[in-house]
């Protein structure tokens, strides 16, 4: 069977991407200026936005994506708020399972002894009573610092992230209490 050309574009999503990019082409560039979110088509390349398999969605599907990644992104957020008792803070909704009683807030507070880095299996007890577990496999060491302040806050889709003061990096973290 010989197949038209409309067919195979069909088949192969290209009209559906061709769509989503007519989409994007008629709205007006100050708009995606303004709101300071860059979408996922902006962001990946073709072959990252197909490897994802995006290409397979409807327009709506993705807008409703877009919109998903810009209101839960903290990287979109224009400026902190402050909460009722003065801490600086987010509006991002808590996402992160086995922690609903606690708000995403970013939470200031210090490492309960010694800290000398992590090393993909680290545990960081704090001196709020909190107790935090390394969730990804990331190393990284430093002179050991005695009681140092750290910052734990939000990351995207739900995750958690902790930085010592005076370094740049930080590592993904999950509560444990």
Known sequence: MKLTFFTRLQQT???????????????????MAQSGFASLEEQ????????????????EELASLNTWIRMHSLATLDAPRVNDTGAMGSEVGNE?????????E????RINGTFVGWDGHTIFKLENGM???QADKDKFYSRELINPRVVVEPAM????????????????VERLE
């Open 13 to 31: 999503g290209l009209i559906r991407l061709t769509a989503i990019l007519v989409c994007f082409a008629l709205t007006p560039i100050s708009t």
């Open 157 to 172: 889709f739900g995750t958690w992230k902790l930085s010592v003061e005076g370094f740049d990096e930080d590592v993904r």
């Open 106 to 109: 970013p939470i200031v507070t």
């Open 44 to 59: 990946m390349t073709g072959t990252q936005f197909q490897a994802a398999g995006l290409e397979k969605l409807t327009p």
């Open 96 to 104: 992160n399972p086995g922690i609903d009683e606690m708000e995403r």
């Open 131 to 133: 107790i935090w577990a």
